[in-house]
């Protein structure tokens, strides 16, 4: 089969889908990316708004193409026709593809699994070896490095939020809507606050576990970086800190990258990360990590950018921080004493993030949750929140993303105005921050509440 273009990620685990099947149906161009996005049945499951993440431009719009079958059924006809390449430019296509907010939920709800984030990111991915990325694209996509190269950075974005001028003139130049706060990192980062905090010598015998500090908890959520910290010493764990070597800015997953479609960026990024972490796996260690996005892009994304057997090893390693402890409850090898919370006496309103909602990880939730005395908690059952990376607060997406949230995140919150809101996700809590002024607090910073600190 001829390629009408080369893919810039790796298919090669779909070279087999639909061989044998008369009625596959895969286009004819495309190679394994074509057999990816061939995996669709049609049966247009994704065409519902029941329980699920699936489709969340769908559920909010009702139109049918941007569904994830939507998708697919527009792919297949560009990757079907004479010229391809000319096909993926289509503005029908390009809108469908720009309105996939990359949840994932497609690859667990779908009944084979279509995983339409990984196809955008191939598809950004061709109209950007075409045309150039916009400069909101690089700089969203090189968030870590900006933040950490140019210190004004930090600034800038506080200026912003407090002045309608600069709030206007970033709409204007970069595409930042004018009407959203925009997340503001803190001058000490997670990983600072770390390196100047007492460190006491391990246990004789103790478990050894290693955190990893992503762009979003070291810049943005420190707190929850020493959280989780004291949460696993607490635990009994001698605790490892994933860490750039000396002189190098702090390591990135390259989850923004990939979002933005930046393939290179990402694996450059993802080579770097895979380097710290590769010897702690080597050595059995868990990696755990706190932002879904961020963790279960080293375990789902890497193995699509062809870096071999260290991202698969690393893969097999890499956690979340409540699958780490729920296993770990589970094999009764966590030594973490718990007492009850405040709540408001209401429950705890629990939202998952589309990543962790892909990856199954709201059972390990559940069962952390549950080993704290007396909690009352319940899940939200909802969609997207809308934030979805940067999509909420880009100009073009920012009505569309609140309107995700208010399909029944929002509803479901402002119902219960004075409890407790406990979201992993730093997308869930801004967007949750932003238009409903509520703070909502990570499991880590939860369970260093209830956590008794003698037992450090």
């Known amino acids: 089969m001829t390629l009408a273009f080369e893919p810039f990620l790796d298919w090669s685990s779909y070279r087999d889908a639909g061989l044998g099947d008369a009625y596959a149906d895969v286009p004819r161009y495309g190679g394994n990316f074509a057999r990816a996005v061939a995996v669709c049945i049609n049966s247009r499951q994704c065409e519902t708004r029941g329980k699920g993440v ?145 460190s006491a010598a391990p246990d004789a015998g103790s478990r050894e576990v290693t955190l990893l500090i992503d762009t979003f908890t070291n810049d943005f959520a420190p707190e929850t970086g020493l959280a989780a910290e004291q949460v696993l010493k607490r635990a009994g764990y001698q605790v490892h800190l994933a860490r750039a070597p000396a002189n190098e800015r702090p390591l990135c997953c390259g989850r923004t990258h990939l979002a933005n479609g930046l393939v290179e960026q990402a694996r450059t990024e993802a080579r770097r990360m895979l380097e710290v972490l590769q010897p702690h796996a080597a050595a059995g260690r868990r990696i755990v990590g706190l932002e879904p996005a961020c963790l279960l892009a080293i375990r789902d994304d890497y193995a699509f950018l062809g870096l071999g057997e260290a991202a698969a090893e690393v893969a097999s390693q890499a956690l979340l921080f409540e699958e780490f402890l729920a296993r770990e409850i589970s094999g009764k090898r966590c030594n973490l004493p718990l007492r009850p919370v405040a709540t408001n006496a209401q429950p705890l309103l629990v939202h998952g993030h589309c990543h962790q909602k892909a990856a199954g990880a709201m059972k390990s939730l559940r069962k952390v949750l549950r080993a704290i005395p007396e909690l009352e908690f319940e899940f939200v059952e909802s969609s997207c929140c809308g934030g979805a990376g940067s999509f909420g607060i880009e100009k073009e997406h920012a009505l569309l993303g609140m309107q995700m949230a208010e399909s029944a995140l929002f509803p479901a919150l402002r119902a219960r105005p004075g409890a407790r809101v406990l979201a992993n996700g730093f997308s869930c809590k801004s967007q949750i921050l932003d238009g409903l002024q509520r703070h909502s607090i990570h499991l880590a910073d939860l369970l260093l509440e209830s956590s008794d600190p003698e037992s450090a």
């Open 54 to 198: 699936m489709c969340p431009s769908y559920r909010v719009t009702g139109r049918t193409e941007l569904s994830t079958g939507g998708r697919v059924r527009l792919l297949k006809a560009a990757l079907n026709s004479d010229t391809p390449d000319t096909r993926l430019s289509d503005a029908v296509l390009a809108e469908a593809m720009d309105l996939c907010v990359g949840c994932k939920g497609c690859k667990r709800e779908c009944e084979n699994g279509v995983d339409m984030a990984m196809i955008k990111v191939e598809y950004l991915a061709q109209c950007h070896a075409r045309q150039a990325p916009a400069l909101r694209t690089r700089l969203l996509g090189e968030l870590s490095r900006h933040l950490h190269q140019h210190p004004l950075a930090r600034h800038l974005i506080r200026w912003r939020n407090r002045s309608t001028v600069l709030a206007w003139l970033g709409e204007r130049v970069l595409g930042i809507s004018r009407v959203r706060r925009v997340p503001e990192p803190l001058e000490d980062t997670c990983l600072q606050r770390l390196e100047m905090a007492p």
